[in-house]
């Protein structure tokens, strides 16, 4: 099995452009400052941001790199959670008539549909259910591991994982070590919406602070567990709170490594409690200066994934232009933005390559660690 090209990291980027007489504004000697990386974001044109964008991209997958693509299932074991989150339409209360609990032998079902399907990557996560024991989660895990042992359980956000440890009244690493040792691979960046505890505490409160947030994501790494992580943006945060949410992603990175991929994706607003929310939903333009900033930013997380669920598969398409450099999951199943508005037509393989090559690019089906499975190169 194969890798797709990822250069060493290192905690600096230079974004050198000076072979290209073209593009000689976009010359950067070392890595963005966070106040350099906010005059980007506000000032810089939006092709300028995506060649600066493409060139720190170039560091981790040279041109000619392949786009990749995972076959997964998100699996909502239930949607009973006493968080409420603002911008959250999937959550239920316990008394709900439509929530709902999985039982094992129900997950099983759609995991067999998976692996049926030649997926490789599942996602297990839920609400914050009061009503659901600790052992609830090794047993699901323990079962999957048994029944499905080459599968990956990329599962439980930072929030659930947080959750775990409340109830159990252990830490966080005893909670992480059980959950590794029962067969979980790696674990989503889920919950991040925007790293501010200023936004957090207006759209969720109740939810884990952005310390908490980063703190499940630093034990994990030390406990040899790679993570993503993600952003949520088009809610009611700044620019600065966006850039602040990529600088606290780098600096941990640079302390652990532990971070395998960023994925940023716009407020889907429709059935929430943010659903008149004044200030306009965020636009195609703004989804691509956030994805090129990111790839600019984040010097030292090799994967940007272009998150065409949310944003159509045109625009994840062109995001591929912008710093992006794989399209995320095919998602046989997801519960979530759906609730939001979102209805994403479900892809097939042969659709999400024909994506894939049309933009320029060979396409793999890759799995969570970003080795390659399957290759779909363009037809000369």
Not at 19 to 25: G, I
Not at 90 to 107: M, N
Not at 258 to 283: D, H, I, V
Request: glycine fraction near 6%.
């Amino acid at each position: 099995m194969s890798s797709l090209a990822v250069s060493p990291s290192t905690s600096t980027a230079s974004v050198d452009s000076s072979s290209d007489q073209n593009s000689s504004q976009t010359t950067y000697p070392g890595r963005v400052s966070e106040a350099e990386a906010l005059r980007l974001f506000r000032e810089a044109d939006l092709f300028e941001l995506g060649i600066m964008a493409q060139k720190v991209k170039e560091r981790f997958h040279p041109k000619g790199s392949p786009v990749g693509f995972v076959i997964d299932r998100n699996v909502n074991y239930t949607n009973v959670c006493n968080v409420d989150c603002a911008f959250c339409g999937f959550y239920r209360h316990a008394d709900a008539p439509d929530a709902y609990t999985l039982t094992y032998e129900q997950i099983k079902e759609k995991v067999q549909e998976l692996v049926d399907a030649d997926g490789t990557q599942l996602l297990l996560q839920g609400g914050v259910n009061p009503d659901i024991p600790f052992e609830y989660y090794l047993d699901v895990v323990r079962q999957l591991r048994h029944d499905f042992p080459d599968l990956t359980l990329h599962s439980f956000s930072p929030t659930e994982i947080a959750w775990m440890a409340n109830i159990t009244g252990q830490s966080l690493q005893w909670v992480i070590r059980q959950l590794k040792e029962a067969g979980i691979s790696s674990i989503p960046g889920a919950g991040g919406e925007i790293l501010h505890d200023e936004i957090r505490r207006k759209v969720s409160p109740k939810k884990v602070n952005t310390h908490d947030w980063l703190e499940v994501m630093e034990v994990a790494h030390g406990e040899g567990l790679s993570t993503s992580a993600t952003m949520m943006f088009g809610m009611m945060e700044d620019d600065w709170h966006i850039i602040d949410h990529l600088i606290q992603i780098r600096n941990l990175q640079d302390r652990t490594g532990g971070f395998l991929s960023f994925f940023p994706w716009t407020f889907q607003r429709a059935n929430t409690k943010l659903e008149n929310l004044k200030k306009p939903a965020a636009t195609a333009v703004e989804y691509l200066r956030v994805t090129a900033l990111a790839r600019i930013v984040l010097d030292n997380v090799p994967q940007i994934g272009s998150s065409w669920i949310t944003q159509g598969l045109k625009l994840g398409q062109t995001a591929l232009s912008f710093g992006a450099n794989d399209m995320g999951g095919l998602l046989l199943e997801e519960n979530v933005v759906t609730q939001c508005g979102v209805n994403p037509t479900r892809k097939t393989v042969e659709e999400m390559v024909k994506v894939i090559h049309s933009a320029g690019f060979d396409a793999v089906q890759r799995d969570t660690a970003y080795r390659i499975i399957r290759e779909y190169p363009r037809i000369s």
